[in-house]
């Protein structure tokens, strides 16, 4: 579904990525595992196709296309979507209206309604809502993570699903990503988490803009958790503008 060769990356003249290869199959949850400041949003934003991460070097192919020249646009069209760490809000737009327009042309997503009762906000106190900066962060997000599942697209990327949700377990979250699997939706997870690593199909471990080991998950948790945590490959450069966007 998603495949990734030699992708290399600068931003302000600094490196992110150096050399990145990943696949994705068709049909898996894979974990991207990373700790914060290794890439891993980066490489998120960049296979979306988002402006200013255009790679200097590498080629991206989703579901055999090569989509390395295609505008943010062209990708979703082709069944590609992004759920973002810190969702964006829509003043005057209602929560509904937000998920009709994410369902559109999807015959066989879930009811808008189902889609919200999976994250755990109840369908007759939100429908109505506007989608503002009244409501919290983290319903916001599981707002987001109704609407992927409204749009039951063949690649989500998942960008820190647990970042600034409340009352939702891991397991909770868990089960809304395996919904949207069963579906038939293709899920890059990325996170700093080994629990949600354990818990896909297969996993990837980022270090430093690249792609240090992949299989299954256990091999890579462990690979993370008996080098990683204590070796020095941290992405400089991308902690410092992490920092900068503070």
């Not at 990503?177 to 997870?189: D, F, H, K, P």
């Not at 990325?190 to 354990?198: L, P």
Request: charged share 25%; with cysteine.
């Amino acid at each position: 579904m998603l495949r990734i060769e030699g992708l290399f990356l600068e931003l302000d003249g600094r490196p992110i990525l150096g050399g990145l290869d990943l696949e994705v199959a068709a049909g898996e949850i894979h974990a991207l595992l990373g700790a914060n400041g290794t890439g891993k949003s980066t490489l998120a934003y960049t296979v979306m196709g988002l402006a200013g991460y255009r790679p200097q070097r590498g080629r991206i192919y989703f579901a055999g296309q090569d989509i390395t020249d295609r505008s943010v646009t062209e990708r979703a069209r082709l069944g590609l979507t992004l759920a973002w760490q810190q969702p964006a809000s829509f003043e005057g737009l209602t929560i509904k209206e937000y998920l009709e327009i994410a369902r559109q042309g999807e015959g066989t997503s879930p009811a808008i309604a189902e889609c919200l009762e999976l994250v755990g906000l109840p369908p007759a106190s939100y429908l109505h809502r506007t989608l503002n900066e009244h409501l919290s962060g983290g319903e916001r997000k599981r707002v987001e993570l109704a609407a992927v599942l409204a749009m039951a697209p063949k690649l989500a990327i998942l960008d820190e699903p647990d970042s600034g949700i409340d009352v939702l377990s891991l397991e909770d979250i868990m089960e809304v990503i395996r919904r949207m699997n069963r579906a038939g939706t293709t899920v890059l997870l990325i996170t700093h988490r080994e629990e949600f690593a354990r818990a896909a199909h297969r996993a990837s471990h980022l270090c430093a803009g690249r792609v240090l080991k992949a299989g299954e998950p256990e091999e890579v948790v462990r690979f993370y958790k008996e080098n990683c945590k204590r070796c020095d490959h941290v992405n400089e450069p991308e902690l410092e503008r992490l920092e900068e966007q503070r």
